[in-house]
């Protein structure tokens, strides 16, 4: 597996690919690996003749109170899974490879921003577009995998994928649980046992609300007064949001939309953790 901290020798890896298979996948992670990463690259290994993984944490979606400082960084176990899983490129920028000292340059997001994780992190999703759109220029993928469990931040990529050009196929695959059900994230290292126990309630209470879907609720209000209730009676009192929206525009309605989906953010102590269930199609739904 090539290991690269420069652009230039990632790209020129790249482009030699490109011109050698007709599908060259990308992964891109914060590291801090975990089975749900794992599984994004699983799903390239297959579906690519090459796959390349990005390791970086993004300094420019990070808020100045959030934890960029204390981000999980654990490079050498993160290099040996992706070799564990037949990855053929990591690339490992630090943050002045990415950031030229004075950089300005930002990649406005699309309106689907601007709701959920957008009202609650204002400038996050412009540090995640401007940082995707420079590693399609940077790794010039066929092909690149992102997951269910950030759900807003698939919608935004795809929609600059679309309306900027990049031609890059798109595949957004299941979000990895625990088999309690709470679904991995380099965050729920962070957590107590008592955290970790309470955080539970994300996916009992999207489960509450698929059931309620399920055997006919088509009230929005109904659906999120569960939620809460649920997360509440978990002990989780501060909630960002616990929502049903539309999965295609991410829009709220008073009656619960065709293609509804889930959405939760909530913090435990210091750390703040998202979910989300599709209800009428996801197979947790009916478990
Ligand atoms: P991150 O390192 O948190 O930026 O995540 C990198 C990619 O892994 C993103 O596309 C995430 O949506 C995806 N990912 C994170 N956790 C999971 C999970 N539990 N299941 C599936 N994909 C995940």
Redesign the pocket.
């Known amino acids: 597996m090539q290991v690269f901290k420069e652009k230039e020798a990632a790209r020129r890896w790249m482009f030699q690919q490109r011109c050698a298979v007709d599908a060259i996948g990308w ?11 794992l ?2 690259v699983r799903r390239s290994v297959r579906r690519c003749q090459a796959t390349a993984a990005s390791i970086f944490v993004n300094p420019t979606q990070f808020a100045p109170d959030e934890d960029l400082a204390r981000y999980p960084r654990t490079l050498e176990s993160d290099l040996e899974m992706l070799a564990g899983c037949g990855v053929d490129a990591v690339f490992v920028p630090d943050t002045e490879e990415m950031y030229s000292s004075g950089f300005s340059t930002y990649v406005q997001p699309p309106k689907v921003a601007l709701r959920l994780e957008g009202k609650h992190r204002p400038d996050h999703f412009r540090g995640v577009t401007t940082v995707v759109a420079k590693l399609f220029h940077v790794l010039p993928c066929t092909h690149a ?6 759900y807003q ?2 919608c935004v990529l795809e929609h600059m994928n679309r309306e900027l050009d990049f031609g890059v196929d798109i595949e957004v ?5 625990d088999a309690d059900g709470l ?4 965050r729920n290292r962070y957590l107590s046992g008592d955290q970790r126990s309470r955080a539970l309630s994300l996916i009992r209470a999207l489960r509450q609300a698929a059931e309620q879907y399920r055997t006919g609720e088509r009230s929005t209000a109904a659906l999120e007064r569960g939620m809460r209730a649920v997360l509440q009676a978990g002990g989780i009192n501060r909630i960002d949001y616990a929502t049903v929206v539309d999965a295609d525009n991410l829009t709220s309605h008073s009656t619960v939309p065709e293609q509804p989906i889930a959405l939760i953010a909530a913090h435990l102590g210091g750390t703040r953790l998202i979910d989300n269930l599709r209800l009428d199609t996801d197979s947790l739904a009916t478990a």
Do not use: I, N, W, Y
């Open positions: 992964v891109p992670t914060m590291g801090a690996l975990h089975e749900g990463h599984s994004l995998f992102f997951g269910h469990k950030d931040q698939a695959c299941p979000t990895v649980r679904a991995l994230s380099s």
